[in-house]
């Protein structure tokens, strides 16, 4: 394995001069992403496909072969869906729903779950695939973009924040140069180089426990499930394991507190726990060795002035729940759509402060679900432990314990609940996303065949009108204008380019919908507003608040 | 529903006495475990989390301030 400054390379980009700036000159873009990682990288194809002009800088000259991010959730899978990356992410990866847990190596599970419930959607619940196929299917998705220019290690060592946005010192192997920038968006991480030079930093719980991640090669029947065990027979307070693409499985052992990292790290002391795991008779060998601990902590802000943050380098979870990075991902959701308004003078700047609203929420509630994990994980006091413990006692035996074994809550879309672009709901709705929720998929067709809902939605405004009635749908289209498109969701009939037909009912019966009913969905694929009997003058009121037009933010 | 805090049962004497057979013959380390158990047990049956945050406040305020 090929491997810089003992970084092991999974691909090779190199060094490029800048094409608008030498050493020394200073250069003008409109948007600077600092960081070339999967949310960094997903928020450049965002503003790319809106035709935005952004200079991406990496550090680094190659993707890093380690062992980061693995498990994408249905969520992050229709965002990347929405960009473009959706299909071959899950060719490539690995595709689970169930989990189990075990106790002190008692071969029936005290705690099953299928995080899939809703059936008949375009993606599972998760894939597994190494985070480095997501950046490089990302960096081909954005290949073809004029407009869209990744600088391989091109290292931001300066900022300094003014009105208009900020002024970047960035250096190169040939020397600095300056970028005035009217937007950064610091996407590099949990060491965010940004922040440290804003002087800023996170509020929040750094936890002591450590441990290990070791991606193992090796060939055995195994389920493509996650197996989480408390106590197992073998070394370790808990593990982890999950199925990766080429063969690769990620073992995750938990250490306990004051350890040597650097003795633990070693293959020789890793060997006992994987041993363990796997029996004597099955060959393996290592991919990547890491240890870590965690912090669930945020910044207080994630927009300061025109230097705005996402993914990690704006807040933190364990891993156990997979909402790093798909956190990070919907950040990058969220503000593309809103930064593009604002550059294009459709929205005022007051807008970004509605990213600051639901991606400080959604933080909370992934640290939430994060810490209380961790707290079941990892006990403190001898009476945490008598409680984690007798949860999994009582869960051989009594259904009601099962619920209460944590091991992970892992990661869906968190509802945008109490933000300011809501219209709240008026009319009573059986069933449904409620604003500020993301809209559920379900299979359609359309002029071309087999379709889903949610590839129907997003980037623009979209009514979503439930009706067969094709003149109250134009005449819908008529009264809101350019800004929302209308999608008609038909129970029969033919199927055109905007008038789809939900044969099987599922769209209808996922939405709460009666004839006639229309939900007004962001560009984010989030609820903004919806009603029983489309009115355009509401429609059109929601759609003001929700892109903070008028003054409709607050 | 709020934590009842007036009488709620005709057989305290009853409970009290479950309360105490619950740990006859065991040692503290014991104790400490069923004393969780049944814990959980009662905390499922109320299903209320406001409810149980209510009692958790009350157990807790004569050793410690709320959290």
Known sequence: MMSVSGIPVWKEYGYRPAIGSRAGETETVPILIVGAGPIGLAMALDLGRRGRRVVVLNALAFIPRGSKAICFSKRSLEIYDRLGVGDRLLEKGVVWEKGKVFWRGDPAPVYEFDLLPVKHQKFPAFINIQQYYVEEYLLDAIAPLSNVEVRWRHELVGIAPH????????ETPEGRYFIEADFVIACDGSK??????LGLDFDGRVFEDNFLIADVKFDQERPTERWFQFEPPYPGYSSLIHKQPDGV????????????????IKPENVEPFVRGFLGDDIEFEFEWLSVYTFQCRRMRRFVHGRIIFAGDSAHLVSPFGARGCNGGMQDIDNLGWKLDRVLSGLSPESLLESYNDEATFVADENILNSTRSTNFMTPRTRMEKIFRDSVLEL?????????FVNSGRLSVAVPYSNSPLNTPDTDVFSAGPKAGATAIDAPLISDRGKTWLLSRLGDRFIALYFADDDAGAASLQADLGGDIQVVQIAQSGPATKSRLVDVE???????GAQDGACYLVRPDQHVAGR??????????RAHERA???????? | MSLKLD??????????DSLIRMHEGLDDEQSAHVNARMILLLANHIGDPAVIAEAARIARSAYAPDL
């Open chain 1, 395 to 403: 869960s051989r035996d009594f259904a009601f314990a099962r619920p």
């Open chain 2, 7 to 16: 009488i709620n049962t005709t057989a305290p004497d009853d409970i009290y």
């Open chain 1, 505 to 511: 009912g599922l769209a209808r019966s996922r939405f």
């Open chain 1, 163 to 170: 009105a208009g946005g900020a002024k970047a010192e960035i």
């Open chain 1, 192 to 197: 965010s180089t940004v922040r440290r030079l």
């Open chain 1, 531 to 540: 009603w029983l009997k489309a009115d355009s003058a509401k429609i059109r």
């Open chain 1, 249 to 264: 499985w990620r073992l995750d052992f938990q250490l306990g507190r004051d350890i040597d990292k650097k003795e633990a």
């Open chain 1, 547 to 554: 892109c903070a037009s008028q003054g409709g933010a607050k």
